[in-house]
């Protein structure tokens, strides 16, 4: 079975215990206008290109079948228009300057590389994350990936946006140790505004996933100016959620604009500053004053 594959992260420290590999697939349902991974948002191919990466070398010309390269006396121009996103051209860029997002991978290419660093997972308490995008849009070949790892003695993270089908969580559930679910917001409007869809379906599979047993930590981004005003109703929500393991309050930042134009996307990010160590020292006191476990 086949994946659309965004990226590997080796030695992963912020998704999920210990050291990690985590497994990045593309294509998510959700338009979040802070997203900081805008190459795994749409569900085709995408070439990054970064000018300033660029040696002049002329690789990419020479293997490019649709011309979408050429060097001349004033650089590299690329033509993103004429581009097919075959990834020729990443796969002979000697500046690093071109990256390819999209390659298929079976389960069986993935196993191996997962493997290499599984004595780390041991000594650390580890194991491997999917995420995305959105990993469980590709929810049949996570389930293959994750029952191949659980096999081989690994422990297995989901994390998930929740906007996702029921059938997708019960094709991974036997084979996931714990859930990492993103809660954007509770209010409904701000959750539109913030993602482009309702928050629906995913309060009902947080809760469903409890209802199984399914252990889950639970991520807020803090975006001031966005959701900052949603700690109190999520804090409500979570105290419902008896198998929350913990939680982590993340601070949005704004480092990402230079993907957004690597793959020739609007940038979307908010403007309206990083939040203050304080104010997120505050925010995660006020969650452990609601009786949640939440780490740094």
């Known amino acids: 079975m086949t994946g659309i594959v965004v990226d590997i992260k080796r030695f992963a420290v912020h998704d999920g215990d210990g050291i990690r590999t985590t497994l990045f697939l593309k294509g998510c349902p959700l338009k979040c206008v802070w997203c900081h991974n805008p190459e795994s948002i749409s569900f085709k191919p995408q ?4 000018e300033k990466k660029c040696i002049g070398c002329g690789e990419c010309a020479d293997v490019c079948p649709a011309g979408a390269h050429s060097i001349s006396e004033s650089g590299h121009i690329f033509d993103r228009a004429l ?3 075959c990834g020729k051209c990443a796969a002979v860029c000697l500046g690093e300057a071109l990256k390819f997002y999209g390659e298929k991978m079976t389960v069986e290419e993935l196993v191996p590389i997962l493997l290499e660093d599984k004595s780390f997972y041991d000594t650390s308490g580890g194991g491997i994350t999917l995420s995305g995008g959105e990993c469980l ?12 790892m659980k096999e081989r003695g690994v422990s297995t993270a989901v994390d998930t946006c929740g906007f996702v089908n029921r059938s997708a969580i019960d094709a991974v559930f036997p084979y996931t140790d714990i859930f990492l679910y993103d809660i954007k917001a509770v209010d409904e409007d701000v959750h539109i505004k913030c993602t482009g869809q309702s928050n629906g379906i995913i309060i009902e599979n947080l809760k469903y ?21 949603q700690a109190e109703k999520i804090a409500d929500l979570l105290c419902g959620i008896k198998n929350l393991v913990k939680m982590r309050v993340l ?13 020739g996307m609007e940038n979307t990010l908010p403007q309206f500053g990083m939040p203050s160590d304080e104010t997120m020292a505050e925010v995660r006191e006020y969650f452990r004053s609601r009786g949640i476990t939440v780490c740094e």
């Open 47 to 50: 070439l990054s290109y970064i």
């Open 209 to 229: 996933i409890d209802s199984r047993g399914g252990k889950i930590e639970v991520r807020y981004p803090y975006v001031p100016g966005m959701n900052d005003d």
């Open 83 to 85: 581009c097919t996103a």
């Open 251 to 263: 601070p949005y930042h704004n480092f990402a604009g230079s993907k957004y134009e690597s793959v």
């Open 137 to 148: 849009m590709q929810a049949e070949f996570c389930a293959e990936l994750l029952k191949e």
